[in-house]
């Protein structure tokens, strides 16, 4: 089995928004569709996503967004108490956003792999594994 994949709400954000990075994700959703696997989305980092999309473009596309999540091979996982407390433990330990400790503290759960674009997911390298989304080169 390879390494599960969990997503960030950056990776999601340039998917729905069709930002630098937006084809390794469908790349990657593609892959895992194909296997019949599912990346990892923490719930705190489903309502960051809904959030920031609302922020972009308004509700009624921040819940078309969401219709549109249900169809990707994604499994919103809950959070429990162990959850809370390990992302609090990340948060204190580590220069990241409480959203971000979820995601990672997800990752470490799953032993999984963060696909973000983040660059405060940088303070974690070493904690954790992440597959950074990259712009597309430009042809000169």
């Known amino acids: 089995m390879k390494q599960p994949i969990v997503l960030d709400s950056f990776a999601l954000v340039s998917l729905f928004h069709r930002e630098p990075g937006w084809e390794q994700v469908s790349s990657i959703l593609r892959e895992l569709s194909s296997s019949g696997e599912k990346a990892v989305l923490c719930r705190i980092n489903w309502g960051e996503f809904y959030y920031i999309v609302k922020r972009r473009v308004g509700k009624s596309r921040a819940d078309e967004a969401l219709l549109l999540l249900e169809q990707l091979p994604v ?61 597309r080169k430009s042809k000169a």
Request: hydrophobic content about 50%.
């Open 75 to 135: 499994e919103i996982t809950s959070v429990d108490d162990q959850l809370v407390r390990e992302a609090a433990e990340i948060k204190a330990d580590y220069l990241v956003a409480y959203a971000d400790a979820f995601c990672i503290a997800a990752a470490k759960r799953v032993n999984g792999k963060i696909v973000t674009s983040d660059p405060k997911f940088k303070a974690v390298e070493g904690f954790v594994p992440v597959l950074w989304l990259k712009a």
